[in-house]
């Protein structure tokens, strides 16, 4: 099993679209979560960081499921400008620092 | 802060030449990474440093990779000698002492022919 797996999208949704990404992870020990996004071309950046059983910015919601080992991010009313790669990352446990990216996810959202 | 930067942003060469990546990371982290990007294989760690000690390397795909950071403001990523399947883009990102936050450069898009 990988390390980090997501769904292998790409996901193309219309405008004001709610959509979700699933992330599942191996490492049972990990304790912290993050999603970062990368639009084309550019380095990828923190999106959301998820530490306990969620976490919600705006239209953005996170969830952690521990028992399944899986991340959730969920995207409500989509807009245009959410067109990127979506990023699963979980930390190396007891390596402080290192992170493990997953594959990514793409969204295009259309109008 | 200007953020992290890197050189060159673009570097095309030949297979066999010597190629040199830079890094200035983020002035106060304690971390630097070194990433490759692929379409085949994602995001990929090759080597980082704290406090500009190597900690792990075991994702530097071969003796020709190499890595140094002489100073906590400089870190080098050489390849010699380049090959084709070098073609990637190279990130470097730092972060500060026990944080997982990763602030990245804007990549060097290295093409070898």
């Known amino acids: 099993r990988k390390e980090v797996e997501q769904d292998p999208g790409p996901f193309n949704v219309p405008e004001g679209a709610t959509v979700a990404f699933n992330c599942t992870y191996s490492?049972?020990?990990?304790?912290?979560f993050f999603w970062y996004r990368q639009d084309c071309r550019k380095e990828p950046k923190l999106l959301m960081s998820v530490y306990s059983s969620g976490n919600e910015d705006g239209r953005f919601t996170a969830q952690l499921n521990r028992a399944s080992q899986y991340i959730s991010l969920l995207i409500r009313d989509s807009k245009l400008s959410d067109s990127a790669t979506y990023l699963c990352?979980?930390?190396?446990?007891?390596?402080?620092?290192?992170?493990?990216f997953g594959q990514g996810t793409e969204l295009s959202v259309k109008p | 802060d200007a953020g992290v930067i890197q050189s060159p942003r673009h570097e095309v060469t030949e297979m066999g030449q010597e190629v040199t990546l830079r890094c200035k990371p983020i002035s106060g982290h304690d971390y630097l990474f070194w990433y490759r990007q692929t379409m085949m294989r994602g995001l990929e760690l090759l080597i980082y440093?704290?406090?500009?000690?190597?900690?792990?390397d075991s994702g530097m795909p071969e003796d020709r990779f190499s890595a140094k950071m002489p100073n906590a403001s400089f870190s080098t990523l050489k390849i010699q000698p380049s090959e084709p399947r070098d073609s990637a883009v190279y990130f470097c990102?730092?972060?500060?002492?026990?944080?997982?936050?990763?602030?990245f450069g804007p990549g060097t898009r290295l093409t070898v022919l």
């Open positions: 990102a730092s972060s500060g002492a026990g944080g997982y936050e990763q602030f």
């Open positions: 440093f704290n406090n500009n000690v190597p900690i792990d």
């Open positions: 490492n049972s020990a990990s304790q912290s």
């Open positions: 990352v979980v930390p190396y446990y007891n390596q402080g620092g290192k992170l493990i």
